[in-house]
């Protein structure tokens, strides 16, 4: 923007309450601030892809673009950040936001638990490195996650297991206890699994108040009671016959403006008119030129 001269520099002469909002790979400021970025770039730089993935294996992404998810949130919370400011004082400010930033933002404890005890990650695949059990089992009929991070949950699910003797073993008595075995842990709570249906295993740990869920995909997530019930995606259809298809619906759930979908995304240059002539005001002779010069 700024080497077309509107950039925020130039625009704030015009109007000093303009506030502008930009993401880039690397943002403005540092010595990367002119490569090219681009999500994977960002889980791999910002640490994210370190800590992901199976002990033995290559560093992962994330299953989706989550850099790219999560730049786009933290841009939309600086600029209600900036609105607000400029509520209170009328003064506009640049907000700039990276797509590395967003994501080294996120990773939780990694940073302190360095800083203060020396711990490097490691990639231990779906589980965590001080709670057990927590991770994903094969049930006899798909995939089943399963997380105890308490000895109250250790022991609801050992009786929901019934597993009572497991509660009080020595090997298993303290979170502590049940990381140092977490292999052992594992087989125990997968052995369990390995007989039931993955709809049974979440019913009885529903029940005993154990967290744990189905793993999803798209056909079946869709379909989830919980995720229909809170609207998360939306029919809508597209014009030029393509047919129906669903959107995601609206986060976060506001009471009193909730909101509503109420269209699909536009089509190219489908708000032209209303832009340039209602707007804009540009008239007819104005806008066939720039049809015929294929700018619109």
Not at 60 to 71: K, P, Q, V
């Amino acid at each position: 923007m700024a080497k077309w001269n509107i950039g925020y520099e130039q625009l704030k002469e015009i109007n000093p309450g303009i506030i502008m909002t930009s993401i880039s790979g690397y943002g403005q400021t540092g010595p990367y601030r002119d490569r090219t970025g681009l999500d994977y770039v960002a889980q791999s730089i910002g640490g994210l892809m370190g800590m992901t993935g199976m002990p033995d294996g290559l560093p992962m992404r994330t299953g989706n673009a989550i850099a790219d998810s999560l730049a786009g949130m933290f841009a939309a919370y600086g600029t209600l950040a900036a609105l607000h400011y400029k509520q209170k004082t009328g003064l506009g400010q640049y907000v700039d936001c990276a797509l590395v930033d967003s994501v080294a933002a996120i990773l939780e404890n990694l940073v302190p638990n360095y800083d203060l005890l020396g711990l490097k990650e490691k990639r231990v695949g779906n589980r965590i490195a001080w709670v057990a059990p927590y991770n994903t089992y094969t049930a006899r009929d798909g995939y089943v996650v399963i997380g105890v991070t308490s000895n109250n949950l250790w022991d609801k699910l050992c009786r929901a297991m019934g597993r009572e003797e497991l509660i009080e073993h020595p090997n298993f008595a303290t979170p502590s206890a049940r990381v140092l075995n977490v292999d052992d842990v594992d087989e125990a709570v997968q052995a369990w699994v390995s007989h039931k249906t993955v709809e049974e295993i979440v019913l009885i740990l529903a029940e005993a108040g154990v967290p744990s869920a189905k793993v999803h995909g798209v056909d079946t997530m869709v379909e989830d009671p919980q995720i229909k019930a809170r609207k998360m995606f939306v029919e809508t259809e597209y014009p030029g016959g393509l047919g129906k298809f669903r959107v995601p619906g609206i986060v976060p759930k506001l009471s009193l403006t909730p909101g509503s979908v109420d269209s699909p995304p536009p089509t190219l240059g489908q708000h032209n008119d209303e832009i340039y002539r209602g707007i804009l005001k540009f008239s007819n002779e104005r806008m066939k030129a720039l049809a015929e010069a294929g700018i619109i």
